[in-house]
Each structure stands twice: as C-alpha cells, then as structure tokens.
C-alpha cells in the first residue's frame, strides 16, 4: 500500500520569506512524486514531479521540491513568498510498479502569505 | 484548449435522487478518472478508466457507477444520492502507461454536490 502525510493543514508565511510545505511518503518501491496546487473554485494544476536522478526538483511559478529518500521526504520549497502563492497544496505518490496510474493524495496544506 | 471539461459546476440533491455527472476531455487521453475531496482528506479516487470499454474500482467506489463508452466521455453516475455523497468531484485525465509511467493528471475545475 502506498500512503502520503502532509503533517501541517496551514502554513503561514510573510510575502517575501521563503516557504517550505512537508510532504512525506510510504511505498513499497521506488516512488513518483507530485506537487499539484489548487486556487479557489478551481481544478489542481500540476506544479512539479519526480521520477528519478537529480533530488531537487524546480517547478513552475519558482517552486522546487528536494527529494529525500533516506527520510521519505518531498517537501515543496520556494526562495521568496508572494502573496499570489496563497492557495492549497496536495502532495501526490505512485509506487512505480503500480501500473494503471493511480496516485494517493495527502490531505492537503492550505498555504497562506501575508502581505 | 478546452481540456477536461466538467458539468454540472453545481447540483444540489434530495436523499434517493439519481444524477449523472458528466466529464469529457479533448486531449485524447486514454486515462480518466474521478476523484472526490471532502475537508482534510485530500483526494480520494472513486473509479478509473484505461480506456474506452474498460473501467474499474478506486478506493471509494460505493454508490457511483462509471462507463467509458468513448475515448472522450467519462461519466459518473450516482443512483441514489446520500448525504455522504455531499462533496466536490474532480475528473482527472492523463497519457497512461501501461507500466505506469509518472504522467501528469489533467483536472477538470469540479462540481459541487450538495445531498440534502
């Protein structure tokens, strides 16, 4: 069975500190990993993955994840908050030999930037 | 681009009523599915499809039926709504592998179920 914990359920950060969103993961195998992003009243877009090789991972709108297999670790990271970034955050795993696509999602870490 | 088109965006429901939520996508993905999201418990998948003629079973699969008549159309029926069903549902689209490839999901933007 695979599983995901995102321990926080809000982060909260000034606009222009830097951010860090924990992701932790259990699969049998090796594992795929995901960030999505969802903004109010809107579907998950798709900001970042891993699948092999380097361990951090740069994503769109300037964020990046570094991959930790040793402490099964994912977590999202972005240098410089902006307030645009506000939304929630959904950490996503694949054990690689599990055919058909299916992800597990974590329970998701609202992400609040003040001004 | 239309991508993953979904509707209704909002459905309000009696306990025993029957609906059909549709979902269709223009990518020509093989892979669709549906998800619910209810508070703190992230995504959860109700039922999946491969491809054309051929779906089956997610972690939450009671109480939803599901077809894969085309490429294009993934629809989720619920045929007799519960107050558990009360949710908002996502359909998700994607490339699939058959070795399971890392392919990015394509979510449509949800519907908002409401089961009084």
């Known amino acids: 069975a695979q599983s995901v914990a995102q321990p926080e359920d809000q982060v909260n950060v000034a606009e222009g500190n830097p951010l860090t969103v924990k992701c932790t993961y259990s699969?049998?195998?090796?594992?795929?990993l995901f960030w999505y992003v969802q903004y109010p009243n809107r579907g998950l877009q798709f900001l970042l993955k891993?699948?092999?090789?380097?361990?951090l991972v740069k994503g769109s709108y300037g964020f990046e994840a570094e991959f930790n297999k040793s402490q099964t670790s994912f977590h999202l990271k972005k240098p410089s908050a902006l307030v645009s970034d506000s939304a929630l955050y959904f950490c996503?795993?694949?054990?690689?030999?599990?055919?058909?696509?299916?992800?597990?999602f974590g329970g998701g870490t609202r992400l609040m930037v003040k001004p | 681009n239309a991508g993953v088109t979904q509707t209704p965006k909002f459905q309000v429901l009696k306990t025993g009523q029957s609906m059909t939520l549709q979902c269709a996508q223009d990518m020509n993905h093989e892979y669709m599915s549906w998800y619910r999201q209810d508070p703190g418990m992230g995504l959860r998948l109700i039922h999946y499809?491969?491809?054309?003629?051929?779906?089956d079973q997610g972690e939450v699969p009671n109480g939803y039926n599901v077809s894969r008549s085309t490429t294009e159309d993934f629809p989720l029926r619920l045929l007799s709504a519960a107050p558990s069903q009360t949710s908002v549902y996502f359909c998700?689209?994607?490339?699939?592998?058959?070795?399971?490839?890392?392919?990015?999901?394509?979510f449509g933007a949800g519907s908002r179920l409401t089961v009084l």
């Open positions: 699969v049998s195998g090796n594992p795929y």
């Open positions: 996503a795993v694949r054990d690689s030999n599990n055919a058909g696509n299916m992800l597990t």
């Open positions: 499809s491969v491809g054309a003629g051929i779906t």
């Open positions: 998700a689209s994607s490339y699939s592998s058959p070795y399971g490839g890392a392919n990015v999901l394509t």
């Open positions: 891993y699948i092999t090789g380097d361990n």
